[in-house]
């Protein structure tokens, strides 16, 4: 692994210069420059504090880069189906729950409602595919058709509900891991 090039990458990305990276950790241009050509080691300490600055975590500066996947086929998908409940769950991406977004492909049968959700600092996004839903959020109801999409935090308590006279397909996207 070449620490100095992923600590530059980050920097440029961040559009700082070396002189700025280094104001920022209490670091010389000069022990920033050799970082980044792989000329000297920061310590741990060094490192965490730099990683900070260029905002971004040790795990994720430390993932393999060549490992981490981008396309995912439907063989990688989980499906998750509750007959009582009425509802077909598609978890697009493995181990989407470690993730920043949850991608899910959500089908809803005639009269059926997904599971209520306490409030969170969660933000979802639903899109419907086909078929009409209400969203209970709250107090208040909003209604989405086929083609329409639906943005909320997820302060307050939530459900869906499927209104269309046959089954409802949707793609819910949420943050925070909660579906």
């Known amino acids: 692994m070449q620490i100095g090039a992923k600590i530059k990458r980050?920097?440029?990305k961040n559009g700082l210069t070396q002189e700025?990276?280094?104001?920022?950790?209490?670091?010389s241009k000069g022990f920033i420059s050799?970082?980044?050509r792989d000329m000297n080691s920061p310590s741990i300490e060094t490192l965490f504090s730099l990683l900070e600055v260029l905002g971004t975590s040790p795990k994720e500066f430390f993932d393999d880069e060549e490992d981490m996947k981008v396309v995912y086929s439907a063989e990688d998908h989980t499906v998750?189906?509750?007959e009582d409940a009425g509802y077909e769950i598609d978890w697009l991406i493995p181990t989407s729950n470690k993730k920043e977004m949850e991608p899910v492909y959500l089908t809803l049968r005639e009269k059926s409602q997904f599971r209520a959700f306490e409030p969170s600092l969660a933000e979802t996004f639903i899109y419907v595919i086909e078929g009409k839903i209400r969203l209970i959020l709250g107090?208040?109801?909003y209604f989405a058709?086929?083609?329409d999409s639906i943005y909320y935090s997820a302060s307050h308590s939530h459900r869906v509900v499927n209104e269309h006279a046959g089954k409802s397909e949707l793609i819910v996207?949420?943050?925070h891991?909660?579906?």
């Open 10 to 12: 980050l920097r440029l």
């Open 20 to 27: 700025e990276l280094g104001e920022r950790t209490d670091l």
């Open 34 to 36: 050799q970082l980044e």
């Open 80 to 82: 998750h189906i509750d």
């Open 139 to 141: 107090e208040n109801e």
């Open 145 to 147: 058709r086929t083609g």
């Open 173 to 175: 996207v949420a943050t």
């Open 177 to 179: 891991s909660y579906l």
